[in-house]
């Protein structure tokens, strides 16, 4: 049986490129994106890959996220945490507010 894997921010990058190592291993995928939709459709378009979008700073919505895949596909078993934000700052000059939400 193909197991299920959801690859947060899994729509770009080095996510998008997880996200395509696990379906070519046979695995059913969900991608969540966040802020680029176009990005988002040419992912399911060219690949197949299903994406959703979700959050991942929202508790709630990362619930919400979890609880539709699992709905759609079954039991989450493999979960790859991708997403980041990248506001990058050197030590010295990160804000509290930078180090609180990861963004530095």
Same mark, same amino acid.
């Given at each position: 049986?193909?197991?299920?894997?959801?690859?947060?921010?899994?729509?770009?990058?080095?996510?998008? !490129?997880?996200a395509l190592a696990l379906r070519?291993?046979?695995?059913?995928?969900?991608?969540?994106?966040h802020d680029d939709a176009q990005? !988002?459709r040419r992912m399911e378009d060219?690949?197949?890959?299903?994406?959703?979008? @979700? /959050?991942?700073? /929202?508790? @709630?919505?990362? @619930?919400?996220?979890? !609880?539709?895949?699992?709905?759609?596909?079954?039991?989450? /078993?493999?979960?790859? +945490? +991708?997403?980041?934000?990248?506001? /990058?700052?050197?030590?010295?000059?990160?804000?509290? !507010?930078?180090?609180?939400?990861?963004?530095?």
């Open positions: 049986m193909a197991r299920t894997a959801l690859v947060t921010g899994g729509t770009r990058g080095l996510g998008a !490129a997880i070519d291993r046979h695995c059913r995928v969900v991608a969540t994106w990005a !988002a060219e690949t197949g890959v299903t994406t959703l979008r @979700a /959050d991942v700073t /929202d508790f @709630a919505a990362c @619930a919400a996220a979890v !609880a539709d895949v699992e709905r759609r596909l079954g039991p989450v /078993d493999i979960l790859v +945490n +991708n997403a980041g934000i990248t506001a /990058d700052a050197a030590f010295h000059r990160m804000e509290a !507010a930078q180090w609180r939400s990861g963004a530095g």
